[in-house]
């Protein structure tokens, strides 16, 4: 059984950080890929950021410049650092793994989840 399990989720007021980690149990991190999705209440899940293969990365039109996927395989762990936030940045934020698709910003194309971490950015 795969679990991601996320945490560093918090209020902050805009223009703070945050880092979000998410740490991988009988996975392997570095088999596939790894994404960060979030979603506010009434709103679909949308991607943020997808990493794989030696530190690629893509992200959303939305988050570029202010965040930052990593990942450390030795630690089987998934971070975003956000940097810059925003209220519309509000959402529950989730880690997602999978091997369909490629650098997939799809919820579609991931087969394992977290339970989410609650990020608030207050104006």
């Known amino acids: 059984q795969v679990q991601l399990v996320e945490s560093g989720g918090g209020s902050v007021q805009a223009g703070g950080s945050l880092r979000l980690s998410c740490t991988a149990s009988?996975?392997?991190?570095?088999?596939?890929?790894m994404a960060w999705f979030r979603q506010a209440p009434g709103k679909e899940r949308e991607g943020v950021a997808v990493t794989a293969h030696a530190g690629r990365s893509i992200y959303a039109d939305s988050v570029k410049g202010r965040f930052t996927i990593s990942q450390d395989n030795g630690k089987n762990t998934l971070y975003l650092q956000m940097n810059s936030l925003k209220p519309e940045d509000t959402a529950m934020y989730y880690c997602a793994a999978g091997s369909r698709g490629w650098f997939s910003l799809y919820p579609s194309a991931y087969d394992y989840w977290g339970q989410g971490t609650q990020v608030t950015v207050s104006s």
């Open positions: 009988t996975y392997t991190l570095s088999s596939t890929f």
